[in-house]
Each structure stands twice: as structure tokens, then as C-alpha cells.
């Protein structure tokens, strides 16, 4: 079992920055691939950005590329989603996401077995 702590969320300007971080617990961190979810109201859980074991292997959403960037430091435990230039569309709550492998399809959700509790972003206009 992998428990999940996500914090960074809270309320941004348009085009300001935001980190998130993921906490991991319970087991390996580098046994896992993590990645991001988020889930605006009323609309489905989408991928953000997914990482591998060592963290030299990134996957990125159109939406989010360019302007977002997931990392790791697998000696902390921890996951990060660097959000930069952020738009009100971007507005949802983040998930960390984690999973083992082997890891073929990313942006699906069934790829990843321990979810955190989320943390809330909101970008105001």
C-alpha cells in the first residue's frame, strides 16, 4: 500500500506559478510511477502529466504543455507539478497518482492504483 498527501493547491492569479506536492508513504517511492489528475466541476477526472521510476521519462497533456512540468525526488518521497502561466481553465482539483508496472498507457487512470485525497487550484481571471 502507497499513501498519497498532495498539498500546494490554493487560490492563484492568471499567469502566476503554483507547486504542488505529492507525499508518498508506506512503501518504495522508485517502485512507482506517479503521476497528475485533475477534475474540474462536472467534467471528468483528465491526465495532467505522468512520470517514471527515475523520473527521465515525462508525459504531458496538450493542454498543459509547455507551461506545467512534473518531477520527483525519489530520496524525498515526493512528486512535484510545476505550474506556470496558469488560466482559469486550469482551475480543478489535483491529483497525485501512483502505480506499478508496467506502465503502457499513461493518460489512463486504470494505470495507477493509489490515489491521494486531492488538493484544490483555482485561478482567478
Known amino acids: 500500500q502507497v499513501q498519497l498527501v498532495e498539498s500546494g493547491g490554493g487560490l492563484v492569479q492568471a499567469g502566476g506559478s503554483r507547486r504542488l506536492s505529492c507525499v508518498a508513504s508506506?512503501?518504495?517511492?522508485?517502485?512507482?510511477?506517479t503521476a497528475w489528475f485533475r477534475q474540474a466541476p462536472r467534467k471528468e477526472r483528465e491526465f495532467v502529466a505522468g512520470i517514471n521510476w527515475s523520473g527521465d521519462t515525462t508525459y504531458y497533456a496538450d493542454s498543459v504543455k509547455g507551461r506545467f512540468t512534473i518531477s520527483r525526488d525519489n530520496a524525498k518521497n515526493t512528486g512535484y507539478l510545476q505550474m506556470n502561466n496558469l488560466k482559469p481553465e486550469d482551475t480543478a482539483v489535483y491529483y497525485c497518482?501512483?502505480?506499478?508496472?508496467?506502465?503502457?498507457?499513461?493518460?489512463?487512470?486504470?494505470?495507477?492504483?493509489?490515489w491521494g485525497q486531492g488538493t484544490q487550484v483555482t485561478v482567478s481571471s
Open positions: 497518482a501512483a502505480g506499478g508496472p508496467p506502465w503502457n498507457r499513461p493518460a489512463t487512470i486504470d494505470e495507477y492504483d493509489y
Open positions: 508506506g512503501r518504495t517511492f522508485s517502485d512507482y510511477v
